[in-house]
């Protein structure tokens, strides 16, 4: 199995799959899927210039269309790599050394997307007529704007009516071993452009301006400091950070006329994006500010409580890894929050992630065994 899944994950990180280009990758994935029965449909969405490509490919099993479906959901694209000259390889070319596969996507996601392909085979395998149907969703659009992925996939599978039960998100949600964490959920983000507005002018004569840094102060500090909830059992309390922050001309003897301050919100299931964004307009104008706010809703949050998936997933971690798989919500957003909208249970597993959109990503080739293993007997635990 490890030499099956080490030489899909080459050959996926050896196309330079760019967001929001696939490169090829969900043709490679396709044509295995296809050797094993399944119904593969590519969709399509996007501007002319930034279009995006989506996979859908489905086996039923034996149960028909009344059968539990499975799907093992991903992305095929990749962030950039940065300054190819701080690579100690080539990042499209998967090298090995000290035991590490490294290359662009190594960690997110290709080795979780070879895995998968090559557990579903050993899995027909032994069960060559299973019970449960068995699903992929993949987009090239995660690393992007996420506008025309996974979200589009969703929408088209609602309308239809395709039922899915629980899905697998290959992320690398792992630590510092294969199997110590599983994503169960995910914080909502929320972002916002706020331009404070003033009066531009010599800052010899501050009396005929006003300066809208000076203006914005207490009011930043007070966001800043403020608690928006406590957080629950399964999230940590919301928290609001400025980004970037920008106002002048260049010159130094010129107040500024606009203060621009990006922000975003990572919020729990405690605060809703219309709480979050009363409460701040509030401070805003309890402070007398101008300002002009635009906001931009990344996601909800999404939240699977422990069940069948989460159950199977980390008795497959224990027997695979001796791992005691902790459940988590943390770190930034994924397409599960569009799955979560059409099945009950999405959780997220994959390798360790402290490599993941640095230059010389990679992944610990001992784990890609594990790995699919852990997939293939999640299968068996759900749809055999």
Excluded at 317 to 335: K, R, V, Y
Aim: glycine share 10%; proline share 6%; with cysteine.
């Amino acid at each position: 199995m490890s030499s099956s899944t080490r030489a899909l994950a080459e050959a996926l990180i050896a196309r330079r799959s760019v967001t929001p280009d696939d490169a090829g990758c969900q043709d490679i994935i396709a044509e295995r899927l296809r050797a094993s029965g399944f119904t593969c449909e590519f969709v399509e969405a996007g501007p002319p210039g930034f279009r995006v490509r989506n996979l859908w490919a489905l086996r039923l099993g034996q149960g028909g269309a009344d059968a539990p479906v499975l799907a093992f959901a991903g992305h095929t694209d990749v962030v950039p790599t940065g300054p190819l000259e701080n690579w100690h390889s080539e990042p499209f070319t998967p090298t090995e050394r000290d035991g590490k596969l490294y290359g662009r996507g190594a960690a997110d996601m290709k080795t979780s997307l070879a895995a998968m392909v090559v557990a579903v085979e050993a899995f027909l395998a032994g069960h060559p007529a299973p019970q449960g149907s068995i699903g992929f969703l993949l987009t090239s659009d995660e690393e992007g704007p996420a506008r025309d992925g996974t979200v589009r996939v969703c929408d088209l599978l609602a309308t239809r009516g395709q039922r899915l039960d629980w899905c697998i998100v290959g992320e690398p949600t792992s630590t510092t071993l294969l199997g110590d964490v599983i994503k169960n959920g995910r914080r909502g983000s929320l972002s916002g452009r706020l331009v404070v507005h003033g009066v531009q002018g010599h800052i010899a004569y501050p009396h005929l301006a006003r300066n809208p840094i000076h203006l914005a102060a207490p009011a930043l500090a007070e966001l800043a400091a403020a608690q928006w909830d406590a957080g629950n059992a399964h999230f940590p309390k919301t928290a609001w950070q400025i980004s970037n922050i920008h106002a002048g001309t260049g010159a130094t003897n010129v107040i500024p006329g606009d203060l621009t301050v990006e922000f975003n919100f990572r919020f729990s299931t405690e605060s809703t994006p219309a709480s979050l964004k009363e409460r701040m307009q509030a401070v805003l104008n309890r402070h007398g500010l101008q300002y002009t706010l635009d906001w931009t809703l990344g996601g909800e949050p999404f939240l699977t409580h422990p069940g069948a998936l989460s159950e199977a997933l980390r008795i497959a971690i224990l027997a695979e890894t001796g791992q005691h798989a902790e459940l988590s919500t943390t770190g930034g957003t994924s397409d599960g929050r569009f799955i979560a909208k059409i099945c009950p249970q999405v959780v997220e597993f994959g390798p360790p992630n402290a490599s993941i959109h640095k230059i010389d990503e990679h992944v610990e080739l001992r784990f890609l065994d594990p790995l699919s293993a852990i997939y293939r007997r999640v299968l068996e635990a759900l749809v055999a």
